[in-house]
Antibody, heavy 121, light 106 residues
Framework: QLHLQESGPRLVKPSETLSLTCAVF??????????WGWIRQPPGKGLEWIGT???????YYSSSLKGRVTISFDTSKNYFSLNLNSVTAADSGVYYC?????????????WGQGALVTVSS | EILLTQSPATLSLSPGERATLSCRAS??????LAWYQQKPGQAPRLLIY???KRATGIPARFSGSGSGTEFTLTINGLEPEDFAVYYC????????FGGGTKVEIK
């Protein structure tokens, strides 16, 4: 059974960089059958796609966050990472990593439990 | 960017009743639409993909219909565990999510 686990600092200062990693258990991020994504949810609000990573390292980013976001992976350790720079309070929320069901920006069939990140000084 | 508008924002129903949730896209997404269920403090769970296909392990009381710009999620015979927030999501052009419909106990 596939399991994803987010980790990283839960408190980030304004203007700094939010960094999270997603460890994948029970599956390989090298698999050509799936892509891997990050989604976020501000407190009390809806879901927002951040970006997606292919097994070959190709990245796709939301236009609203492009320029501030980087997604990458470490295949030797079977995890992928999110970096979001120049954060403000509007970047606070729960950050989820998830697996796309297909090797494209398809629906998301497995999700991590989420990491609540607060941007505050 | 393709916008998804969900209605109603809140649906108040009793257990056993049928829930009908709507999702409208700002332009055609063909059949590339999914539905998720989210309970408080939990990650979303995939219910329906490609507009009509149930994800693994999803009960038959959940069904999806529609294509193009108009989609519906139907829950036949609400169970106590079905009271939650439901989101639609398109994958025709990148990914966007609707604003959600909360199904609450009447």
């Amino acid at each position: 059974q596939l399991h994803l686990q987010e980790s990283g600092p839960r408190l980030v200062k304004p203007s700094e960089t939010l960094s999270l990693t997603c460890a994948v258990f029970g599956g390989s991020i090298n698999s050509t059958s799936n892509y891997w994504g990050w989604i976020r949810q501000p407190p009390g609000k809806g879901l927002e796609w951040i970006g997606t990573l292919s097994s070959r390292g190709r990245t796709y980013y939301s236009s609203s966050l492009k320029g501030r976001v980087t997604i990458s992976f470490d295949t030797s350790k079977n995890y992928f990472s999110l970096n979001l720079n120049s954060v403000t309070a509007a970047d606070s929320g729960v950050y989820y990593c998830a697996r796309h069901s297909l090797p494209d920006t398809s629906e998301l069939d497995y999700w991590g439990q989420g990491a609540l990140v607060t941007v505050s000084s | 960017e393709i916008l998804l508008t969900q209605s109603p924002a809140t649906l108040s129903l009793s257990p056993g009743e049928r829930a009908t949730l709507s999702c409208r896209a700002s332009q055609s997404v063909a059949f590339y639409l999914a539905w998720y269920q989210q309970k408080p403090g939990q990650a979303p769970r995939l219910l329906i993909y490609d507009a009509t296909k149930r994800a693994t392990g999803i009960p038959a009381r959940f069904s999806g219909s529609g294509s193009g710009t108009e989609f519906t999620l139907t829950i036949n015979g609400l169970e106590p565990e079905d009271f939650a927030v439901y989101y639609c999501q398109q994958r025709s052009h990148w990914l966007t999510f609707g604003g959600g419909t909360k199904v609450e106990i009447k």
